[in-house]
């Protein structure tokens, strides 16, 4: 069967190669890799098309203008033809085994959206800081409380469940789909193993925390059509996750 990795690029020149690199190296060969440049202004196109040259598995979309990260990833999402979609940003990369392991597991227990555990790792040191060990299943009342799930590490079954978008936020997009996904019943399930390393950079969106808490109240308010006690409520459960990580 199948899968789609949806990979959106902006000024990756230092990076998209050993992303690349990761999905080239994956032991389930089935796979489209759909690589969204977002108008970047350095030789990140050149580099991707140098890696990708002769392969067809690769397809290449160019953006006319920088849109972020959300809408480009919905880009590259509309073209996606597998069974499965799954996430891998620019500037993290997988072991040889992910698709194998998510996806024999997805096919196996008949999974809608899986995640897994990874690795952080600081891309100028590439010291490893931290392994994320995940809950075994997440819930949507789970997920309205913090983000968890790794965007590189989840996977959607797109025959079972059709087309899922991103909300367009600068900040939670991931979070915003996986809200969506599950507002209905469905569970996020845990495939077993750490088959990817997350990239942690100086130019991280994650650093403006203000702005980032007004797109999680966004989420709440506007994407999920909660009242504004509500929305504060699952904000300050938020807050709380978001700390607890840190300790």
Not at 15 to 33: G, R
Not at 75 to 80: G, P, V
Not at 115 to 128: A, L, P, V
Request: charged share 25%; hydrophobic share 35%.
């Amino acid at each position: 069967m199948l899968v789609s990795i949806v990979t959106p690029l902006h000024n990756s020149a230092k990076t998209a190669e050993t992303a690349i690199l990761s999905v080239k190296k994956q032991t389930l060969i089935d796979w489209e890799m759909i690589l969204v440049d977002d108008f970047s202004n350095d030789n990140t196109l050149d580099i991707v098309l140098s890696c990708t040259r002769g392969d067809p598995r690769f397809k290449i979309v160019k953006m006319s203008k920088n849109v972020g990260a959300g809408e480009a990833r919905n880009a590259a999402i509309e073209e996606a033809k597998g069974r499965y979609i799954s996430f891998l940003d620019s500037d993290d990369f997988w072991l040889p085994d992910k698709l194998y392991s998510q996806i024999n597991f997805m096919e196996s227990h008949k999974v809608a959206l899986s995640y897994g555990d990874y690795t952080e790792m600081d891309i100028r040191s590439g010291k490893k800081n931290i392994s994320y060990k995940l809950p075994s299943q997440l819930s949507y009342y789970d997920l309205l409380g913090g983000c968890p799930i790794g965007c590189l590490t989840a996977a959607y079954n797109q025959e079972y469940l059709g087309k899922k978008y991103m909300p367009l936020v600068r900040r939670g997009q991931d979070w915003g789909l996986w809200l969506d996904i599950t507002r209905s019943g469905e569970h996020a399930i845990k495939y077993p193993g750490n088959h990817a390393v997350y990239n942690i950079s100086p130019n991280s969106l994650s650093g403006n925390k203000i702005k980032k808490m007004k797109d999680i109240y966004e989420i709440y308010r506007v994407k999920e059509g909660l009242n504004s006690f509500s929305s504060l409520w699952h904000l300050c459960r938020h807050v709380k996750y978001v700390r607890s990580k840190r300790i």
